[in-house]
């Protein structure tokens, strides 16, 4: 039997389980860099950049194991339709991969497998601690799917920071209150700065082709300099936790001003491209904990991210698709407003999250889900363009982790399905989280008029429109008794002012 390995963009894993029965004597292995796939969402240039230097230095890797791989550059087709004319004119009977991280592509390779009568094995991916059919076994029944039971279940199983007595180390699986604090008033003060990369000649070759190939997409590659292999990964890795990973859990979710990382890892894209596993990520947050490195609260926050969140978000996708992808729990139909892609808007927050998504690729976990994630959900826009934005702006966007937050998290597009509220706030939170209020034309105070807020206008808009659906929900009861202390005719203001808000969303 001939056997053809497909190793897919963010699959770059040495001993991936695509792998697991290849036998280098006879089998062959083959990549795709497909310009069908940087064009299907209109892709930031850094994000193209990333994959494809990415892919060219994991293809040395495979060279010097002396795999038989052909590589293909720069094709205009699909990678399925790269891969029919590749499997029938070498006449392979059996095509080999790790589950994509998309389930429109693992649709089309199931297509391709049976028009072209082959054997398909989608191997479980061993990059995870946990495969699909084990999340779905602990979803079974279960009436609410939440992280905090899931998280608990996989440190138990895994023994992350699990005491003798089978309790959570320190006695407590969370520690909130010590971490998220916003910076101090005076400013975030000296942060060590993330490890970058200066593009090698791979690199370099390729951002050469990305700004001739793409002149237009968004984003800029001037400050490309992301981990592109291994090793890079490897070293991105230690530098967090020596250096950045102590102060990661208390600021969490602070923003400020030209600090586009903040004490963030940064890690998400190596992670993603499996240039590292993340058992290796948080054993070393581990090590560093019991070398008393680090605190408790820093290591649980960041643990919380990878071996929670970031396993739980992967489980919701393969259970929920594809069905997720169509959810449109509020009916939301309004346009996304072009600023996303421009940062030309006047709300200060907004402005500086999406510029230093144009230039970098990357915002952090709060400023996509309370800025940008906040005001798509409260300018009632439409789930399926927001999350087309998503995946095109971010370098770390891939569909089976980009998806789940921004249509289940941010625009709560699916009910509820696996958190307890929607993610709404008012200009409040982000003056309380940052210092960009200080900045702005807007008051983040004030609930109606031309200097209004417009996230504090929208904000209890929304809490007007769906009153009686927050009233019900303990979580966000609080909200609405808020709400309740303004006045009718106030109310009516704000409605008002929302209005022409959302048919004037191009302007604010
Ligand atoms: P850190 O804050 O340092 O966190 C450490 C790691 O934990 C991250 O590298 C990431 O691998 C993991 N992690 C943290 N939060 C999450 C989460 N909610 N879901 C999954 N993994 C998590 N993450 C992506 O990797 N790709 C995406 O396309 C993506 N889209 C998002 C869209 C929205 C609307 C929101 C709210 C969040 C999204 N996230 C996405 C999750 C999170 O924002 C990013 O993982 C994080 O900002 C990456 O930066 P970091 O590596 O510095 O993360």
Redesign the pocket.
Known sequence: MKKLVLVLGDQLKADSSAFNHFDAAKDEVIMIESEFEANYVWTHKAKIALFLSAMRHFAEVLKKKKYALTYVKQSKLSIVSVLKEHIQKHHFTHLVCVEPGEWRLRKELQDLASELQIYLTIEPDNHFYCDFDEFKEWVGDKKEIRLEYFYRYLRKKHKVLIQEDGEPEGGQWNFDEQNRKPYPKKGPGQITE?KWFTPDAISKEVMTYVESTYSKHPGELESFAWAVTREQALLALSH?IEYRLPL?GAH?DAMWTNTP????????????LKLID?KE?VDSAIQAYEKKQVSLSAVEG?VR??L???E???GMYYLDMPKMAEDNFYQHQRKLPDWYWTANTKMACMKDAIQQTLKYG?????????V??NVALLAELLPQQ?CEW??AI?V????W??????AG???FANGGRFTSKP?VASGAYIKRMSNYCESCSYQSSKRYGPDACPMTTLYWNFLINHRAEFEKNPRTRLMTANLQKIDAEEQLLITQHAQTLLNNLENI
């Open positions: 993330p967090f990661f969490q990382f903040g004490w963030h890892s940064i890690l998400s894209t190596s992670l993603n993340p990520v960041f991210q990878i929670g969140w970031r739980f978000i992967r990357y915002a952090h976990h709060i400023q996509r889900l309370m940008t994630g927001v998503y995946l971010y770390d966007a891939l569909e982790v980009e998806l789940p937050n921004t998290m941010a625009l993610y």
